[in-house]
């Protein structure tokens, strides 16, 4: 892995993170007349920044037991960046949650509802393309609760492999699990109409998007790649 490729994907990252830290200062402003305070609990912003939440905790445990699993440094400075990044999104997305008085949980509404949610109907033509309702759909099964996700029987998996096995699985799973955060960053970047949530997603999807090709790079160089579907 080059310098030049490592330098890429931390800066990315290192924007993202400065982005946040003022998402969290302004993101209960409004930024325009048509922006809501206070979102409801079962607006878009609210279900993004609960599935989104989900999603990076498991991130983060693959990340923190992938890094006790191989002494690869390469793949240990990978899921260090992540499990760093994506553990500060997930406390700005809880946060503004606490900021708008809204439950951290919502038992009545299931996992990517929102994604499912009407589309602004003053946005401009071509302004919903690319939306992936399929995405939606995904339905919960052995532990994997949104699109992406590792299943239960996955994590054990990744928990009892050790070098070169290790890595390979840990790629190939957050590889998956990058493209479904994507999926759903870019729901949010075109249905969020608080502008500082909406800016945050739309970082996330440069982030991993970023790291999606890092990744595929370090699966090349270990005889292996991305898994199919």
Known sequence: ????????????????????TATVVGAG???????????????????????????????VEMSFIVRDSTDDEDVRRLAYDIANTQANQRGMLLGWL??????????DQEPMAWMRMPMDMDMGPGDGAGMDHGQAGHQAHDGSLMPGMATNTELERLRGARGKQAEILYLQLMTDHHKGGV?????CARMCTVGTERNLAEGMVAAQQAELGLMADLLKERGAKPREG
Not at 41 to 54: H, K, L, N, T, W
Not at 98 to 107: N, S
Request: charged fraction near 20%.
């Open 1 to 20: 892995m080059t310098r030049t490729q490592w330098a890429a994907i931390t800066a990315v990252v290192l924007a993202l993170l400065f982005a946040g």
């Open 98 to 107: 606490d900021m708008w008085g809204l439950p951290k949980v919502q038992a």
């Open 183 to 187: 999926s759903m960053a870019q729901g």
């Open 29 to 59: 402003r409004d930024d325009g007349p048509a922006a809501p305070r206070d979102p409801a609990a079962d607006s878009v912003e609210a279900g993004f920044a609960r599935d989104m939440a989900v999603h990076h905790q498991q991130a």
